[in-house]
């Protein structure tokens, strides 16, 4: 797609210009990050919430921790 390649070249000429370490290509199962990357490395959120109350902001760390897990097991549960 024009899309793709468009960052293809983008990407292409950033390491002609100044070569990164790593590229983050953000969430998602696009297949260009298949495509372009090798690697994967997990990824999540962090929200930093002011005014709750100890309670509520371990009910907010649990409820992420679940959520985690949860995305563990599907993904491992999902075919190749």
Same mark, same amino acid.
């Given at each position: 797609s024009p899309g793709t390649v468009l960052l293809y070249e983008a990407i292409e000429d950033l390491f002609t210009v100044d070569p990164p370490r790593?590229? +983050?290509?953000?969430?998602?199962?696009?297949?260009?990050?298949?495509?372009?990357?090798?690697?994967?490395?997990?990824? +999540?959120n962090l929200y930093a919430v002011r005014g709750l109350t100890n309670h509520a902001r371990f009910a907010l760390l649990d409820l992420y921790n679940l959520a985690l897990r949860y995305r563990r097991r599907a993904k491992a549960a999902a075919p190749d």
């Open positions: 790593r590229i +983050s290509f953000g969430f998602g199962n696009n297949q260009y990050k298949e495509v372009l990357g090798r690697a994967c490395a997990p990824a +999540s």
